[in-house]
Each structure stands twice: as C-alpha cells, then as structure tokens.
C-alpha cells in the first residue's frame, strides 16, 4: 500500500502575526516542517508575494531576507523571560517530584496518559504566578540540603565517638606541647603495665571498654623517639578523636539528641514540600509552555525571516489541506502556497493503514523509516506476523491467556498499545493453530487425566484437529514451507510494484518478475516430477501435477536463467565480468540458493511449534505423576501445571516473537524495502506532562 500523499506548501505572513500563528500549527499538528534553503521555488514564491501581497518591505540593510534571526519578531515576547527563570522551574519541579507518592510498576504501566484542555492549559499560562511557589521550594530545598549535611556530620562525629561513648572524662588539650606531645588511643588490657615501664611517658587510663583501655598519654620531649618506639611495641593505636569540650559520652548523647531533632525538623519541612504538590501540575504547564515556545522558535532556523515578515515551508497530508486553509484564512497578513514537487523533493513517510494494520506499523519503524516513493510493508507484515506467531506459538490455550491479557491491558490503559495489540492477533492465531493441531494446554484434555477424564471434551478436540505434529510432522513441514514460499514471493511481487512506481522497469523485470518466474517453474518441476515423492513433500506416492507440465517449466526456468546471467549485472562494463557476475547472482549472489535457503529458514516455525507442545506435554505428564502423592497430590498437581504452562507460555512466545520478527525482516523485507526514508513528524505541541485536547 501507498503512503500517505503529501503536499509541499510555503506560507508567508506578517512577522506580528508569526506567535500565535505558529502556535496554532502546534495545535494544529497537521504540518511537518523543512529547510526552506531546500525549496527549489522559493524564489519565485517570494517575489510573488511582495509583488500580489505586500507584506514583504525591503529590509533597511538592503537585502530582502533578514536571515534565520527573527529580526523585529518576538515569539515569546508576552511569556516569561528565559533568563534562567525556567531553569529554576526545572529544578522546582525535579525537587518537589520527589515527594510525590510512590507507584507501583502497574500502576505506572496501566496510569492512562495525563489530559488538559486548551482553554484550561492557556488560562494557567496567563494567571499562575509561580514566584511564590518558587521560593518556597527553593527555601524548603536549602534547609533540607543543610539538615542532610548536618545529620551526616554527627552520625560521622558518633562513628568515632563509639568506642568513647562510655567515657565520662572530658578530652581536650591533645597535641603538641611545650614540653610534650599529648596524644590519645586504645590498648589491650594485657599491655596496660607495659606502659609502666617506659621512661619518659606518662599516661591515665580514661575508660575501659571490652578487652581495650583507653588511655591519655604524655611523652616527654627527651628522649621521645626512643619512647614511640616502645610505645609500639605495646600494641597502642592512635585515635584521632575532635577535641571535646565535654567528655565523650555527654557529646555522643547530645549528638543523638540533635540527630532526633533533625529528623523531626526534616519531616516537618517535607509536609510543606507535599503541600507545594498542589501546583505541581501547574508548574509543569509552565514548562510545558517552555517546550512548546522552544519548538516554535526553532522554526526560525528552517524558516525565512525579515523584520516584517516570514515564510515557511513544510509538507502536509493531502486531506489535511482543508485544515490548513481554514487556519491561513483566519489570519488576515497570512498566505500559502503549494509549488509542484520536483525530483529533486523528498517527502517525508507518513503510514495509513486502518486500523486493523495500524499497529504493526510499529515492526516496520523498528527495522527502519521507509522511502516515501516505496510500498509501506505493514498490512502485509501484520498477516504474515500473526499467522507465524501462531504457528510458532501452537496451541490454543496459550493464545486465549495471551489474548485475553492484551485485551484487559488495553482496557486498562484506556489507550491504544502497538504491542498490545499485536500481541493480541498472535494469540487469535494462536488459539487457530492450536485447534488445528490439537494443542490445548499441550495434550491437556487427553481422557486419562485424572480430574479432566471428560470425553466430550477430547470428541470436540479430536473434532478440531487437522493434524497431530507429533504424530504426522512432515504435515508440519510442508504446511511451513508453503508459507515460506508465499511469504518470499510476496516479497518479490511488492519489490515488483515498488520498482514500477518509482518507474524502474528493467530492476521490476529482472530483479523481481524474473524470480517469481523461476521459483514457480522450480515449484512445478518438483511437483510434476518424481522429486516430490522422494523428498516427501507430498503424502501421495505420485505427483499431484501432470508430468506435462515439467517441460514448460523448464523451458521458463531456461529463459529466466538466461535473463538472470545476461541483465542482473547490466551495470558492469566488461562483458566477461557482466556474465561472470550474472552466473554468481543465479547461483549464488541472492540466487537460487540463496532463495532455496529463505525458504528452508521457515522449518524455524515448526521447531518453534512443536517444542512448545512437547515442553507442555512434558509439563503434563510431570504434573499427573504427583497426583497420587497423599493429601497434597491434587495440590501440587494444579501449582505444576500453573507454574509449567506459565513458564512454557511466556519463553515460547518470546521465541516466537523474535523469530517471527526474524522472518519479516531477514527473508522478506530484503526483497523489496527501500529505506532512507524520513519520518513525517508535524510540528506539534509537547506533551511531556499533558496531552491537550
């Protein structure tokens, strides 16, 4: 399918009108903004402006455009100054958010996304006054910093004091003296007398806590490095404690004391900052405003400015236009024009698909923004997703939790979720593929299970089931090469209509008609020959096609051959390197091995597939094993199918999502996807905090 079509258009208007003109287009979100020095008419549409409008007066330096500064425009003119003001507001609201209350994760996740209606949103921009706000945070930030600093100084103050904290013999005077050197530490019970017998040092034991004694020491300046090094010996470690006017133990007790006081002071000072949380909401609509007017502003650096008028140039949606025009008429000085695009344009990509494909456009933008000239994959992407998740998936239990979870999340969310909802079609196939199979919770409703021997229930699933994998897998195996094979060809075929609209017909002959060529002409010589027989990629022991039909096919896949090695390397000038090439590009260069690989590479979904119903069949048979376990086998069977089918649900979907991704990207999105697109995003107004409406 087709893009959304997109129209250039230039507008040009007054520079007094240019605020609330573009802040309306921020509302509006219809136009995307582009480099007017790109716009190869913009000199034609500026001269026709001053010409029909006059708007456009010659600029006093004597040139027409004034450049990318707004001259005698002021966006933000009637707004708050920005000298450092919404720095504050910024460090305000990061301040103030961390008293909001805690959510849980759920919470968070199922929050819908906040709301505010323009008329309310321009009123608080108007009226709120956020000084007062303002300094009361920053006054309540300060004390709280302060009283942090505080509270960490004591505790480290109390950390050295703890092995003191006994102590009631006021500390003080420690240091070097006159005549000595007063220092204080800790030794052991045992070493106290050693103390005795050192000349020139004389000590008092201050307190003794567990094995240690603390003790004040006076060595004397003669002969004192004669008594350190005995002092050593002793086992005596220095402390280095802050000098006290007080003992120890009074200061530890009146640090603690302070310590309570601080924490009281501070909860006190945190009830203010909960009540400042009443205007969160509007401080952060302030800044809201901010955002918006940054965005606004930088239109002035793709824009053309003057100091009495400017243009700007964009790209909008076709059906847009409308909205454009009845904005432009509402505004006297304000006109538009829409100049042809030339070849040299590139319009920005914007997806279109109803809304039964609109969520898988998120696989798309995860692979990468497609061209605006290519074909958007996503329709095709959601039908091959879905029906490989379920493939992968295979079973019909799994797929009703899964869906029934992406419902109640996007129930719960009151908003769309791309994935939610992707996940949700995975699980619809899910259940499709395990009916078909006979997968409910892996064999679940076989009759022997104790507590689930109900009949009926295995007659409407034997009713169900096409095919049993384990029992008949090469069904398996065919059904999985079928949809790789028409997975792959739809690749070509979208190549094949991407190529004629961007009027390549030599690359959609050769480089996507002439394989879809070969691979039917392969296709049919296997099936109307013996091959399929031998390989069993037919249950019958003949082929299904007439052996008729192998001779045309083998003089088309002889023709194609030759296109292949005569025009694939149609770029290269030698004639020996263009045939060499094109035998590579047959065989191997994205040849027909290359292809007979993408296509083996979709077995992945039958592995995929059928691990996931032995690891439930396994989860079964364990569980039914504890049944007969006394008092507690019906408990523990019900905890081993819950937590078994729980785990094997949530590590094969995950495997089926990324394979299955695997597949859209790796063997069908490099048949055909162009990239290097760029995404269209309109001009809009931010919604970091609110979404206005």
């Known amino acids: 399918m087709p893009f959304s079509k997109m129209t250039k258009v230039l507008i040009a208007g007054h520079s007094s009108d240019m605020k609330s003109f573009v802040e309306d287009l921020q509302y509006a979100s219809i136009l995307h903004i582009s480099d ?95 000084q007062k706000l303002l300094e009361s945070s920053s006054r309540i930030k300060s004390r709280l910093i302060y009283l942090d600093e505080e509270q960490k100084n004591l505790a480290d103050e109390n950390k050295k004091l703890y092995a003191w904290k006994e102590i009631e013999i006021p500390i003080k005077d420690t240091g070097i003296k006159r005549h000595a050197n007063i220092i204080i530490g800790r030794v052991s019970n045992k070493s106290v007398k050693q103390l005795e017998d050192i000349e020139n040092l004389d000590f008092e ?83 809201e405003k901010q955002s918006n007017l940054c965005g606004a502003n930088r239109i002035s650096m793709q824009s053309l400015l003057t100091g009495n008028a400017f243009i700007i140039a964009g790209w909008i949606k076709q059906y847009d236009l409308k909205k454009l025009k009845s904005l432009v008429f509402s505004y006297d000085t304000v006109i538009f024009e829409e100049p042809e695009m030339t070849d040299q344009d590139s319009p920005p990509t914007a997806f279109e698909n109803i809304k039964l494909f609109a969520p898988f456009q998120f696989i798309t933008r995860l692979y990468g923004c497609p061209s605006y000239q290519s074909t958007d994959p996503s329709p095709f992407v959601s039908i091959f997703f879905a029906v490989f998740f379920g493939i992968c998936l295979t079973d019909a239990g799994y797929g009703l939790i899964l869906s029934i979870l992406s419902l109640t ?42 507590f689930l021997n109900q009949p009926y229930l295995a007659g409407l699933r034997e009713k169900a089931t096409w095919f049993d994998p384990m029992q008949e897998p090469m069904i398996f195996f065919r059904l999985v090469l079928f949809f790789g094979l028409i997975h792959v060809v739809a690749g070509l075929a979208l190549g094949f209509i991407g190529n004629i609209r961007q009027k390549k017909i030599m690359d959609a002959l050769v480089d996507n008609i002439t394989w879809i060529l070969i691979l039917g002409s392969i296709v049919t010589i296997i099936y109307s020959t013996q091959i399929c027989v031998q390989t069993s990629l037919t249950a019958s022991y003949y082929p299904p096609f ?111 999502f990324v394979h299955t991704l695997r597949l859209q990207y790796v063997e069908f999105f490099s048949k055909f996807f162009v990239g290097g697109g760029q995404q269209f995003t309109p001009l809009s107004c931010a919604n970091r905090y609110f979404k206005i409406i």
């Open 205 to 287: 034991i201050l307190g003794v806590f567990n094995e240690n004694s603390f003790v004040l020491i006076a060595i004397y300046a003669e002969n004192s490095r004669e008594a350190y090094e005995k002092l050593k010996k002793t086992g005596f470690v220095e402390i280095d404690i802050p000098p006290l006017n007080c003992s120890p133990k009074e200061k530890y007790k009146n640090n603690l004391r302070r310590m309570d006081e601080i924490k009281i002071e501070s909860e006190e000072f945190i009830k203010s900052a909960g009540i400042l949380l009443e205007d969160l909401d509007n401080l952060r609509i302030l800044i």
């Open 409 to 450: 999340g996007l129930r719960l969310l009151k908003r769309d979720s791309e994935i939610l909802w992707i996940l949700f079609w995975g699980g619809i196939f899910s259940i499709i593929a395990g009916l078909l199979t006979g997968g409910i919770f892996g064999d679940l409703l076989r009759t022997e299970a104790p």
């Open 36 to 130: 007017i020095a790109k716009t190869c008419v913009q000199e034609n549409f500026c001269s026709g402006i001053s010409q029909n409008s006059g708007i456009y007066d010659s600029d006093p330096s004597g040139s027409d455009l004034a450049g990318s500064d707004l001259a005698g425009s002021d966006l933000d003119s009637s707004d708050l100054d920005s000298s450092g003001f919404f720095g504050r507001l910024e460090e305000s609201r990061i301040f103030l958010e961390q008293f909001i209350p805690k959510e849980t994760f759920v919470q968070k996740l199922l929050k819908p996304p906040p709301t505010v209606k323009r008329f309310y949103y321009q009123n608080i921009v108007k009226t709120f006054n956020p």
């Open 546 to 656: 007439n052996a008729s039909f192998a001779k045309p096919a083998y003089l088309i896949l002889s023709l194609m051959s030759g296109v292949i090695i005569l025009f694939s390397a149609r770029d290269e000038k030698g004639l020996f390197l263009r045939f060499f090439t094109g035998l590579l590009k047959l065989f191997v260069l994205s040849g027909i091995f290359s292809y007979l690989g993408d296509i083996l590479s979709y077995i992945r979904l039958m592995a995929l597939g059928m691990v996931t119903a032995g690891i439930a069949m396994a989860v079964n048979t364990i569980a039914f094993m504890m049944y007969d376990v006394p008092v507690v086998g019906i408990l523990l069977t019900i905890c081993t199918l819950a937590a078994g089918h729980l785990f094997n649900m949530a590590i094969n979907m995950l495997g089926a």
